[in-house]
């Protein structure tokens, strides 16, 4: 399938006998039975066909306007100056609100007219309208328009690079615009942004290097899975037991004295009668050590007691036990105290504070190390067991370290080693002062620059919460926003048409058939004296009456100006209010802003000119070759429904396209249930090897190289 959809994609249609039709192209619409709920059709393909289809219908209806280019030219012709042409290229304008009529069989919805008049050259008649509709189509997807009731032909070795741009930018542009949306979901959760690009360490202490460096130097003294008790003798006593052994701490837990009820609580088998020492309980003392944080405080500040009685061996060898390396451990209870295992750092270590918004702030006020009183509440369970400065100052380091994500997975020397390395916001103070994740500025850009096009009052991206979509970028071809609208519109028409409610505009004598005739100079100027001209109307023509001027210009203006602008706005106002133009005027408008979409979207993508595109067989091959791949994509405007939409059904390399994507999906749904696909083309060939320079030693040189003696 993939052969022959590249072997499809690569003639193009030159080798019909072999691959069929060109590939993509207007002959033959997916047949698809869709309902759009915008325009109330049902039974509905949104296809490159039908758009084509109704561009053809729109245009048979407004065939006067046809030769309106041709009237044009004869007024240069004539010898009639500028002015003139532009009197007659002002009509919109000249016909202000009551034009909507003459908009809509053009194909021209106001809101957009600005922009595409100024793409399509700047004249709104029909023709321009619906063949630039057609011509845009034709581009996007790399090939021509054949014109007005013709094919939309598309190039493969083209349009592989538009929908590969389309889509990078589509997916590269919506992170932008998601981050820039999601942005605002965060609500008061911002700290900083240096917190932001550390993993929240700066919100822990900012110096990062001696901050990492004394981290490294605590081994097991902090167990980073159980911050929420740091400082706790117990936890403090369950690391020792991690490591292997209690050292001089197993006697010193063994001799503390306990009451009744605290040896039930410690496990022992049997209650004692009065007070006694753990030792004497029946049970393991490295078990008590076990209950970590979760020992009776009566028992914890016991420990914390024995902690303070250690020698320096005694603390030595806890140290040791704990592969602690930070110097100047004078007691043991400095093992639980921050100040004393982090005494250079200690001071600019920060903690979280929530009033309006989170906060940081010291967690020391000075170098003797008093603790921040704004954190008595952080004292916890260790209140009671340590001073309440080491306990306040444990429970907001414990809360600070808790903000990093992951941490518990971590250890000192890793975290140390990782912390020492981090890069601060130092020196970039615009950034380093913000105070939100986006500024405002910045969000708005992406939502607003990718989004909403406010100069040209066109939505750019249709997706959900303003994401792009594909389509967005390419779509009208597909028939997105364009297939219904123009073909509703078509019908309206058409219903127009048969029941007379056209007549004064395309009838003999009508709207189109005046203007043709008032610029083919059928009416005049005629000279009747070197100074003065006229311009007959003749009656039942818009307009009617005799207008002079001292020149053959100023007559043709005097009669356009006051004679048929202003007739027919008479005419073009009777329809203001007609539900069917109302109708028409709304679809128009729709299939409008998908072109304004789209052109504004490729000048983004620095694609103003489609044309400009190279074509190439490789592109086309490698469009054919991932065809598969590009059929996952099913998201509505996606990359399956451009192509399949596009795709002409009746060709063997279109139909080939349509079968590659669907093989890709069914692949995908296979391989979710570990099911391979079945034998597929080997697409490796059998090369003979090339000759290069020998880069091995023969035994004999190998020999010739040693050194024997």
């Known amino acids: 399938m993939v052969l022959t959809a590249a072997g499809g994609m690569v003639t193009n249609g030159s080798l019909s006998s072999t691959f069929g039709s060109a590939p993509l192209s207007s002959l033959a619409g997916a047949p698809l039975s869709l309902s759009d709920s ?13 758009m084509v289809t109704g561009l053809a219908a729109i245009s048979g209806i407004g065939a006067p306007l046809a030769g309106l280019g041709t009237a044009i030219s004869a007024i240069n012709s004539a ?9 007659f290229n002002a009509i919109p304008s000249d016909l202000g609100t009551n034009g909507g009529l003459f908009d809509a069989v053009a194909g021209f919805a106001p809101s957009v007219n600005d922009l595409l008049t100024d793409v399509t050259g700047g004249s709104s008649v029909l023709n321009d309208a619906l063949k630039y509709a057609g011509d845009w189509s034709a581009q996007t997807l790399g090939g021509t328009f054949e ?12 349009f592989g690079t538009i929908l590969n741009t389309a889509s990078s930018y589509t997916t590269s542009a919506n992170q932008m615009i998601n981050a820039a949306t999601n942005s605002t979901t965060l609500g008061t959760t911002f700290t900083s942004m240096d917190n932001i690009v550390s993993g929240s360490v700066a919100g822990v202490n900012l110096d990062f290097g001696g901050f990492g460096d004394e981290i490294q130097k605590l081994g097991a003294t902090v167990d980073f899975g159980n911050l929420e008790n740091l400082g706790s003798p117990g936890q403090l006593l369950s690391n020792m037991s991690n490591q292997g052994s209690l050292g001089p701490m197993y006697q010193k837990v063994a001799d503390i004295a306990v009451d009744p009820r605290t040896a039930q609580l410690l496990g022992a088998p049997t209650a004692p009668s009065s007070v006694t020492s753990i030792g004497n309980l029946g049970i393991d003392i490295n078990a008590v050590a076990k209950q970590g944080a979760n ?3 009566a028992v914890q500040k016991s420990i914390y007691s024995a902690l303070d009685e250690l020698d320096e061996t005694e603390i030595n060898q806890v140290k040791g036990i704990l592969q602690n390396s930070v110097p100047g451990i004078q007691k043991g209870t400095d093992l639980v105290d921050p100040k004393k295992l982090l005494p250079n750092s200690y001071q600019t270590l920060t903690a979280p504070l929530r009033t309006a918004s989170v906060g940081f702030r010291s967690i020391y006020q000075n170098d003797s190390g008093s603790v921040n009183s704004q954190f008595e509440n952080l004292a916890g369970n260790r209140k009671g067991i340590l001073p309440d400065d080491v306990a306040v100052a444990n429970g907001a380091l414990a809360r600070s370290l808790q903000q990093i994500k992951n941490i518990s997975q971590t250890n000192s020397e890793e975290f140390g080693a990782s912390v020492a390395q981090l890069e601060s916001l130092k020196d970039l103070d615009l950034i380093e002062d913000q105070s939100q994740y986006v500024s405002e500025d910045v969000r708005l850009y992406w ?4 989004g909403l096009d406010s100069a040209n009052n066109v939505n750019l991206a249709t997706g959900n919460a303003g994401q792009l979509k594909v389509s967005d970028v390419i779509g009208f071809a597909a028939g997105f926003n364009s297939a219904a609208p123009i073909t509703k519109n078509a019908q309206l028409l058409a219903e127009m048409q048969a029941d007379g409610e056209l007549d004064e505009i395309t009838a003999e004598k009508g709207v189109y058939d005046t203007i043709e005739k008032f610029c083919n100079g059928d009416f005049g100027p005629t000279e009747i004296t070197p100074t003065s001209w006229r311009v007959i109307i003749p009656a039942g023509f818009v307009g009617e009456g005799t207008y002079s001027g001292s020149s053959s210009e100023a007559a043709f203006e005097n009669a356009w ?35 304004a979409r ?6 983004r993508v620095d694609n103003e000119d489609l044309t400009a595109v190279r074509a190439s067989d490789d592109v086309a091959i490698n469009l054919a070759l991932n065809l ?11 990359i399956a429904e451009i192509i399949e939409r596009t795709v002409d059904f009746s060709s063997l390399g279109g139909q080939c396209a349509i079968a590659a994507m669907r093989e890709g999906r069914n692949l995908q749904r296979l391989a979710d249930a570990n099911i391979q696909q079945d034998a597929p083309i080997n697409t490796t060939g059998v090369e003979d090897p090339g000759t290069l320079v020998s880069s091995t030693y023969t035994a004999q040189e190998a020999k010739d190289r040693l050194i024997r003696s």
């Open 38 to 50: 915008l325009t109330g059709l049902t039974d509905f393909a949104p296809t490159l066909n039908t």
């Open 79 to 87: 010898g009639f100056t500028s002015n003139m042409l532009g009197a």
């Open 147 to 158: 014109g007005i009731g013709g094919n939309v032909i598309g190039d493969p070795k083209k």
């Open 295 to 297: 020992l009776p405080p």
């Open 447 to 450: 939502i607003e620059q990718y």
């Open 561 to 595: 100006i006051d004679g048929v602008v202003p007739a027919i706005e008479i005419i073009l106002a009777s329809y203001k209010n007609n539900p069917r133009v109302i109708e028409i005027m709304s679809n128009s408008e729709r299939w409008n802003q998908q072109l």
């Open 598 to 603: 789209e052109y504004l979207n490729q000048q």
């Open 628 to 638: 598969p791949s590009l059929g996952t994509d099913t998201s509505e405007g996606g």
